[in-house]
C-alpha cells in the first residue's frame, strides 16, 4: 500500500494548460460534429442577400433551399431575413463519426481518474455553452451574434466549470 498522498493526482500549470486545452478540443469535436449533421437534417441559415453560389458547389444537386411559413413569421418578427439551405447528407455521416471521435477525448483528461465521468462532463459543460456560442456566431453571421444574456450566461458557466474542476478534494 502506498502511503498518504502518494500518488494522488495533483495539479500543475502543465496539467491544467492540458485540461483546458482537451475541454476545447471536445467542444470543437463536439460543435463541428453536431454542425455537420444539423447542416444536413436541418439546414443552416443563409442570408437571402446571399448568392446561392455560396453554397457548398461540390454538391451532386442544387443546394436544397427550404422556405416555409414558420421562417417566415421568424423573418417578420425579428427583422432577419434569410433561407435554409441543407447540405449533402454525407455531412451527416462525417459528422457522426466526429461525434464518436468527441466521445473519447475526454478520457484523456489528466485528472480523469480523480475526478471520474460525472465531474468531468460536468465542468465540459461550461466550456461547451462559451465554445457554442462563439462557433455558432462565426459559423452564422450576425443571426447568431450572443446577446447580454449570453455572454453572462457563459461567463458564469465557465466560472462555475473552474470551481468544479479546481475546487480542493478530501
Do not use: H
Not at 47 to 74: C, F, H, M, Q, R
Amino acid at each position: 500500500m502506498s502511503s498518504k498522498g502518494e500518488g494522488e493526482f495533483q495539479w500543475t500549470p502543465l496539467t491544467i494548460a492540458q485540461s483546458i486545452a482537451i475541454f476545447c478540443l471536445a467542444g470543437l469535436a463536439e460543435i463541428f460534429g453536431g454542425y455537420l449533421v444539423w447542416a444536413a437534417v436541418k439546414g443552416l441559415r443563409v442570408d437571402k442577400t446571399s448568392s446561392t453560389s455560396d453554397v457548398d458547389a461540390s454538391s451532386e444537386s442544387e443546394p436544397n433551399v427550404i422556405n416555409n411559413t414558420s421562417d417566415e413569421a421568424v423573418e417578420e418578427a425579428s427583422g432577419n431575413l434569410y433561407d435554409i439551405v441543407k447540405k449533402p447528407w454525407w455531412y451527416a455521416i462525417i459528422g457522426s463519426f466526429v461525434l464518436v471521435s468527441y466521445g473519447f477525448i475526454p478520457c484523456l483528461q489528466p485528472s480523469a481518474a480523480t475526478d471520474g465521468f460525472a465531474r468531468i462532463y460536468a465542468a465540459y459543460g461550461g466550456f461547451f455553452i462559451v465554445m457554442s456560442f462563439l462557433i455558432g456566431w462565426a459559423l452564422e453571421g450576425e443571426n447568431a451574434k450572443p446577446d447580454t444574456g449570453d455572454l453572462v450566461g457563459g461567463l458564469i458557466s465557465v466560472v462555475g466549470a473552474l470551481v468544479i474542476v479546481f475546487w480542493p478534494r478530501r
